[in-house]
């Protein structure tokens, strides 16, 4: 049983940096999918990016509105897997959330959260002067 541990969150100015973590714990991925998405009030929930791998390959995926600021990467040793988010706007205030796939999705479904199981519990960030 994966279970998925989400940190980093908090509140920070508009033009701040955080950086989220998403610890994974019960099994060690030689090959998977590890993504975030988040969720704002009155919105639906949205893909933020991935980071897939099979043994030493990896990709990475953005969603438009992220790319160039916000970067994910992962420390294999830790199991871990980070999100840095760069010149945050108030529209990123969200839960974000950390999610799984046992293997490395291709570019037609890393984009879906049906695909992912299991989530983290959530993290929230609020950008706001």
């Known amino acids: 049983q994966v279970e998925l541990v989400e940190s980093g969150g908090g509140m920070v100015q508009p033009g701040g940096s955080l950086r989220l973590s998403c610890a994974a714990s019960?099994?060690?991925?030689?090959?998977?999918?590890l993504a975030w998405f988040r969720k704002a009030p009155e919105k639906e929930r949205e893909f933020v990016a991935a980071?897939?791998?099979?043994?030493?390959?990896?990709?990475?995926h953005y969603a438009n509105a992220v790319k160039g600021r916000f970067t994910i990467s992962r420390d294999s040793a830790k199991n871990t897997i980070f999100l840095q988010m760069n010149s945050l706007k108030p529209e990123n205030t969200a839960v974000y959330y950390c999610?799984?796939?046992?293997?490395?999705?291709?570019?037609?479904?890393?984009?879906?959260?049906?695909?992912?199981?299991?989530w983290g519990q959530g993290t929230q960030v609020t950008v706001d002067s």
């Open positions: 999610a799984a796939h046992n293997s490395r999705l291709g570019v037609s479904r890393v984009w879906y959260a049906e695909y992912y199981d299991p």
């Open positions: 019960g099994r060690t991925f030689s090959s998977g999918t």
């Open positions: 980071m897939g791998w099979n043994g030493g390959n990896s990709n990475t």
